[in-house]
């Protein structure tokens, strides 16, 4: 008679794996919670006056208010047109060529060097654009592949006969769309923001060739910070964002479920 109980290697396997993802964040947090005025773990001494001076910092201030306007904004303008774009791409997926798919993954098919200095070359030398919109435009382009990925895994298993018959009985196209096509992608639309939120959030290859003076992100500022001071702030950094992202996590959690997003 056979077992349920896990083999022990599997469970050994297991826990390494975990151990492999769960010590690193201990460590950050444990950097960041130290009283010393260096980077060190195990933390001598617990205090929370690196949190406190990442708001001190006006660069810190001035940069998490710039990620966040770019991520939100170019996750909503990637949304926009990768949306329409995925649809496109399933329900029409016989008539239009086949490398058209491939061109909305080019930006991630180039190193994201070459790709932050083309951008550089095309938009703030070339085209004059201002730092912000040379910016948005960048992050827009490099989270537009995975919001055409995602939608389109959500559209793949989704019948459009039910449009056609919506559209037969006489439903306008866009009013089918919105009341039937994209109710059943939501769980798809909702997990595509997530993700291009968190990936432009954290970019950093292209934001350091497309920021300038007064305006950066903040990974380019924390990684401004580590150049000139060894001190706990830049843990403190990484562990707020890690917050962020549980944050975010526990609002979908809260309001759909996790399993509604794996649908």
């Given at each position: 008679?056979?077992?349920?109980?896990?083999?022990?290697?599997?469970?050994?396997?297991?826990?390494?794996?975990?151990?492999?993802?769960?010590?690193p964040l201990?460590?950050?947090?444990?950097?960041?919670?130290?009283?010393?005025?260096?980077?060190?773990?195990?933390?001598?001494?617990?205090?929370?006056?690196?949190?406190?001076?990442?708001?001190?910092?006006?660069?810190?201030?001035?940069?998490?208010?710039?990620?966040?306007?770019?991520?939100?904004?170019?996750?909503?303008?990637?949304?926009?047109?990768?949306?329409?774009?995925?649809?496109?791409?399933?329900?029409?997926?016989?008539?239009?060529?086949?490398?058209?798919?491939?061109?909305?993954?080019?930006?991630?098919?180039?190193?994201?060097?070459?790709?932050?200095?083309?951008?550089?070359?095309?938009?703030?030398?070339?085209?004059?654009?201002?730092?912000?919109?040379?910016?948005?435009?960048?992050?827009?382009?490099?989270?537009?592949?995975?919001?055409?990925?995602?939608?389109?895994?959500?559209?793949?298993?989704?019948?459009?006969?039910?449009?056609?018959?919506?559209?037969?009985?006489?439903?306008?196209?866009?009013?089918?769309?919105?009341?039937?096509?994209?109710?059943?992608?939501r769980a798809?639309?909702?997990?595509?923001?997530?993700?291009?939120?968190?990936?432009?959030?954290?970019?950093?290859?292209?934001?350091?060739?497309?920021?300038?003076?007064?305006?950066?992100?903040?990974?380019?500022q924390i990684?401004?910070?580590?150049?000139?001071?060894?001190?706990?702030?830049?843990?403190?950094?990484?562990?707020?964002?890690?917050?962020?992202?549980?944050?975010?996590?526990?609002?979908?959690?809260?309001?759909?479920?996790?399993?509604?997003?794996?649908?």
């Amino acid at each position: 008679m056979m077992s349920d109980r896990p083999h022990p290697i599997l469970i050994a396997v297991a826990a390494l794996v975990y151990l492999f993802l769960m010590v690193p964040l201990v460590i950050v947090v444990g950097a960041a919670l130290s009283d010393t005025t260096y980077l060190t773990f195990p933390p001598r001494g617990l205090s929370l006056r690196w949190f406190e001076n990442i708001f001190e910092i006006s660069a810190f201030r001035r940069t998490i208010v710039t990620s966040l306007q770019i991520a939100f904004l170019g996750t909503l303008i990637a949304l926009l047109i990768g949306v329409p774009a995925a649809y496109a791409l399933n329900r029409f997926r016989v008539e239009l060529p086949r490398w058209l798919g491939t061109l909305f993954v080019l930006p991630i098919l180039v190193p994201e060097i070459v790709f932050g200095f083309a951008l550089l070359k095309s938009l703030t030398v070339g085209a004059g654009l201002p730092i912000f919109a040379a910016l948005l435009i960048g992050h827009t382009l490099i989270v537009l592949p995975y919001v055409v990925r995602v939608i389109s895994a959500s559209l793949a298993s989704f019948d459009f006969s039910i449009e056609e018959a919506a559209i037969s009985l006489g439903s306008a196209p866009v009013k089918t769309f919105f009341t039937i096509v994209l109710p059943n992608v939501r769980a798809g639309v909702i997990a595509a923001f997530i993700l291009a939120f968190i990936t432009s959030l954290n970019d950093v290859s292209v934001s350091l060739f497309l920021t300038g003076p007064g305006i950066s992100t903040l990974p380019i500022q924390i990684l401004a910070h580590v150049e000139q001071f060894f001190d706990p702030t830049v843990a403190s950094v990484s562990v707020l964002l890690m917050f962020l992202t549980v944050a975010v996590m526990a609002i979908v959690e809260r309001t759909l479920g996790l399993t509604f997003l794996a649908k």
